[in-house]
């Protein structure tokens, strides 16, 4: 939807603007579209608080209004833990974590129903995140494998977002890349924002309008020929943060398609004989995750061991002999 801004409304915010022209829609629904890009002022993304020129243009991308709940699908899923507040589970690659446009089945939110809403299975799942987000406290990429938190109650939802929103849960992943780090150790503090023409993608983006602070440390565990194998450890949790941040320095998530222009490693990617695949998505692993007991506040560490089609390509790169460390 366009609209032409009059001189009656110059100089007012365009969030205020958009609740007077969208009366029917909730100011938190207005607040997550503009900060998702679907507002540009002047063919510019724009924020909340941009204030509005007589004349400017306001494009609006309003998305689609949230469809029911995910059903319930009887999905296998590899629980690290459960309890009548929270669930831990090692998601698997591939595995979308809660329905969006073009992904509605096969979702780890409809898994979850199936195992912790039917029979005697206790407390459900908390529907504090939305209808089609049951239990959901925060999200891993559908490629990306490993630890996930879920919430049971509304309580234990506000209380494991809240340690998300100030940063004291500690995740650490273990990721492959496609060439190795200059250094042993670093942090990468670059901001990150909305790609400018992809709209699938995220950019290390200075001072724009959609970019937010982004800091990312790692430490390199071992060096090959091609790769390396890295723990990564991100203070913030930006979309796609990991993988812009390697990416931005030369040493993209191995099979990243968006971000290393991979989509399969062949054997020939290591100079070896033909043969089957050796990974077929990003080589990116959520290993671990501290966080406190929504309830008990006990310190908890979950982890997931490193999934077989990581464990193969990392083979396959032990197998072309490990390089000297550069320090």
């Known amino acids: ?7 009656d409304d110059a100089g007012g915010r365009l969030d205020v603007y958009l609740a007077h022209a969208f009366a029917n829609r909730s100011r938190s629904f207005l607040a997550r579209a503009i900060e998702k890009g679907a ?14 020129r007589a004349g400017s243009l306001v494009r609006f991308t309003v998305p689609q209004p949230p469809r029911d709940g995910p059903a319930a699908e ?5 629980f690290l833990h ?15 974590v809660h329905p969006a446009k073009g992904n509605w089945k096969g979702t780890l939110a409809g898994a979850l129903k199936w195992h912790l809403e039917r029979g005697d299975a206790g407390a459900g799942l908390s529907t504090a995140g939305g209808s089609t987000r049951p239990g959901i406290v925060h999200r891993l990429d559908r490629d990306t494998s490993g630890v996930i938190v879920v919430a049971r109650t509304e309580e234990a939802h506000h209380a494991l977002a809240k340690q998300f929103e100030q940063r004291t849960t500690i995740k650490t992943y273990l990721a492959l890349t496609q060439t190795a780090p200059q250094f042993d150790r670093d942090e990468i503090n670059l901001p990150i ?7 699938e993608k995220m ?8 970019s937010r602070e982004a800091v990312t440390r790692f430490e390199v565990l071992e060096r090959f020929r091609g790769g390396a194998l890295v723990c990564v450890t991100p203070k913030t949790g930006r979309t796609h943060q990991i993988r812009v941040h390697l990416a931005a320095i030369g040493c993209p998530v191995l099979c990243d398609g968006l971000y290393s222009g991979r989509t399969v490693i062949e054997p020939s990617f290591l100079g070896l ?4 695949p050796l990974l077929e998505r990003q080589a990116l692993h959520a290993a671990s995750i501290e966080i406190d007991h929504p309830v008990s506040r006990e ?18 790169f032990r197998g072309t002999g490990p390089v000297t460390a550069s320090g």
Not at 1 to 7: E, G, H, L, Q, Y
């Open 1 to 7: 939807m366009t609209f032409v801004i009059a001189p």
């Open 39 to 52: 507002v540009r002022v002047d063919g510019v993304t724009a924020r909340a608080s941009l204030k509005l």
């Open 74 to 78: 009887e999905i296998p899923l590899d």
């Open 82 to 96: 459960c309890d009548e507040w929270m669930a831990v589970v090692n998601k698997p690659a591939g595995m979308v």
């Open 193 to 199: 924002g909305i790609h400018p023409y992809q709209r």
């Open 203 to 210: 950019a290390v983006r200075r001072d724009h309008p959609t």
């Open 273 to 276: 004989p033909a043969g089957p």
């Open 299 to 316: 310190r908890l560490t979950f982890s997931a061991p490193l999934p077989a089609d990581m464990e193969r390509m990392l083979a396959a």
